[in-house]
C-alpha cells in the first residue's frame, strides 16, 4: 500500500514563507509525475505546480514567481517552497504522485490527507 505523507503547513503573515513537503513510502516500484494541488472552502481542488521525473516545471499563472517545486528522487519526496504568500493563497494543499507498485501495474494517482496552509494577520 502507498502513503503520501505532508508536512509544513501551518499559519504564515502575508509576505511570509512556508516549505511543504510530502513524502511517498510503502511498495513503490517508480514515481512519474508529482504535484501539488489546493482546494479553497467551497472551491474546485486546483493545480498548483507539477514537477515531471526529469524535473520540468508547471505553475498555475497564480503562483508563478512566488512559488518553486522541486523534487528529490531519491526520497520519494516532493517540496513546495511558498514565498510572497497572499491570504488568497489560504487553502488546504494537497500532494499528488503518479505511482507505480509493480512492473504489472500502470501508474495510478495518490493522494496525501491534505496539510491546511492558512495566509492572514
Known amino acids: 500500500q502507498v502513503q503520501l505523507v505532508e508536512s509544513g503547513g501551518g499559519l504564515v503573515q502575508p509576505g511570509g514563507s512556508l516549505r511543504l513537503s510530502c513524502t511517498a513510502s510503502?511498495?513503490?516500484?517508480?514515481?512519474?509525475?508529482m504535484g501539488w494541488y489546493r482546494q479553497a472552502p467551497g472551491a474546485e481542488r486546483d493545480l498548483v505546480a507539477l514537477i515531471t521525473t526529469d524535473a520540468r516545471t508547471n505553475y498555475a499563472n497564480s503562483v508563478k514567481g512566488r512559488f518553486t517545486i522541486s523534487r528529490d528522487n531519491a526520497k520519494n519526496t516532493v517540496y513546495l517552497q511558498m514565498n510572497s504568500l497572499k491570504p488568497e493563497d489560504t487553502a488546504v494543499y494537497y500532494c499528488?504522485?503518479?505511482?507505480?507498485?509493480?512492473?504489472?501495474?500502470?501508474?495510478?494517482?495518490?493522494w496525501g490527507q491534505g496539510t491546511q496552509v492558512t495566509v492572514s494577520s
Open positions: 510503502g511498495i513503490i516500484f517508480s514515481i512519474n509525475n
Open positions: 499528488n504522485a503518479h505511482i507505480r507498485v509493480d512492473t504489472a501495474s500502470s501508474y495510478a494517482d495518490h
